[in-house]
């Protein structure tokens, strides 16, 4: 029996703009006390009209380009009417017909729109009662809407965090699942020798690992029961399904809505809106180099194409490798520098202000006179110091001997201590390794340990 996962990703965005989407209410709802944030147009009393936040606007239309859409020069918001106790006014402004962006793509995955709409309010279940918090309804939202083209779990928990690392090389939220700014509702359903099982949304799920997980279970669970009923996907089969994630498991929450239950319709109160090439190419030069884009970059330095992951996978981190390097730096200075981001500096408050590109140099120049712990050590404390790397070396004597006299004394100590290590060296010239060790004992580690290695030998062999 052959299955095929068949995955789509509907992925919001919380944009952190000042004010809301279509009021002038603080978008900072996070540990607010409920119901601070609140006005008339957001509390959807009667009366009360919308205004659209137009960075809010921009923003959208940046993810868009950035996720290589096409931009519709025409466009309107919509009514989708549905009553829920956290959507005051009975409809949210959203978009369906003509969404800001179509027709995406990301790496494989093609991405049918992204439009705009704003979020709702805040069910808080306490002591046996619901609870409602307005603080969040009307904050500006994205909507990320894929084509079903993802085929396992782990390519849609790559497929977010690759949407997650752009959002925020944007700049336009901090995407953050675990805080709900990202959220996700995976639609599932499963391809079995050429018989396709009914569709399946998931909701609730709180992070990329309970997208994977969720996901999974899903698979599973079709899998599972298409071999029980042999029931095929319908127009009327569809459901939702929540996902506990305690339980590990999807739970049936409801039969799915389809477009018509919405009764989409045009938003009297906005008129429609319309973008120039002009404004379209103005937005577009706001976009940053990417991730894909910086990836490729450094890979014409000789790094890695997983070390060239590493460094772009921080915006902040990225420029201040960049700023270390140079533009365009030799694949050894290149190879040398990202080492030192990739470990001793990769932490999550680096500071770009505090990297120091001669230090990097300096380092990359004495390299061979220093031990790859002692230039990690020195880096490290370069950078919060802001000292010369070099001077601390000397202040620190970590500079290695290299003064072939001194290693020749060295050596024939180890040599006229160690007769049995020289028998074993002249058998195996592996065994060199032991009589190495022993020179950098008694040098107290500041012998050059190559240089040491060939006076070694040299003695050895005479």
């Not at 996962?5 to 603080?26: A, Q």
């Not at 976009?287 to 990836?295: G, N, R």
């Not at 420029?319 to 030192?340: I, Q």
């Amino acid at each position: 029996m052959k299955i095929i996962p068949i995955i789509g990703l509907e992925v919001h965005v919380e944009l952190k703009t000042k004010s809301k989407m279509f009021c002038g209410c603080d978008t900072n709802h996070f540990h607010a006390e409920p119901n601070t944030h609140t006005c008339p147009v957001c509390l959807g009393l009667p009366g009360a009209l919308p205004v659209p936040n137009k960075t809010a606007v921009d923003w959208c239309l940046k993810l868009g380009l950035a996720l290589n859409c096409s931009i519709n020069h025409h466009s309107f918001f919509e009514r989708k009417n549905y009553f829920y106790p956290d959507l005051p006014k009975g409809y949210q402004i959203s978009q369906y017909q003509q969404p800001f962006c179509i027709n995406g793509k990301l790496g494989d995955i093609r991405i049918n729109r992204v439009h705009q709409e704003e979020d709702t309010g805040k069910s808080v279940h306490l002591n046996g009662e619901t609870l409602l918090d307005f603080n969040r309804s009307g904050v500006p939202l994205v909507e990320i809407v894929s084509e079903p083209d993802i085929n396992s779990p782990e390519n849609a928990k790559e497929y977010l965090q690759k949407i997650q690392q752009i959002v925020r090389y944007l700049d336009i939220s901090d995407a953050d699942i675990e805080k709900g700014s990202m959220r996700c509702e995976p639609t599932v359903n499963l391809d079995i020798d050429g018989h396709f099982t009914p569709l399946v949304e998931i909701k609730n799920v709180a992070s990329l690992t309970g997208v994977l997980n969720a996901i999974q279970y899903e698979i599973d669970r079709q899998s599972k029961q298409f071999e029980k009923d042999q029931i095929e996907k319908s127009p009327t089969n569809k459901t939702t399904r929540g996902w506990d994630a305690n339980k590990q498991q999807t739970f049936l929450q409801r039969e799915k809505e389809g477009s018509a239950d919405y009764r989409y319709f045009p938003e009297p109160d906005i008129p429609p809106i319309e973008f120039s090439d002009t404004e379209i190419e103005a937005i577009h030069a706001t976009i940053p180099e990417l991730p894909d884009q910086k990836i490729a970059k450094y890979k014409t330095f000789g790094l890695s194409d997983y070390d060239a992951q590493l460094l772009a996978d921080d915006q902040d981190f990225a420029t201040a490798y960049e700023k270390a390097a140079g533009s365009n730096p030799s694949a050894d200075f290149a190879k040398f520098v990202a080492n030192l981001f990739i470990g001793p500096l990769k932490q999550p408050s680096l500071s770009i202000n505090k990297i120091n590109p001669i230090h990097f140099q300096n380092l990359f120049n004495k390299k061979s006179e220093l031990s790859s712990t002692a230039i990690k050590q020195l880096i490290v404390e370069s950078y919060s110091s802001g000292a010369d790397p070099l001077k601390i070396a000397a202040d620190k004597n970590l500079f290695q001997v290299s003064d072939t006299s001194a290693l020749e004394d060295f050596a024939k100590q180890v040599i006229a201590a160690n007769p049995k290590a020289v028998e074993d060296y002249k058998k195996n010239p592996l065994a060199i390794g032991f009589l190495v060790g022993q020179l950098m004992k008694i040098s107290q580690g500041s012998a050059n340990p190559q240089l040491a290695k060939e006076i070694l030998e040299k003695l050895i062999k005479a």
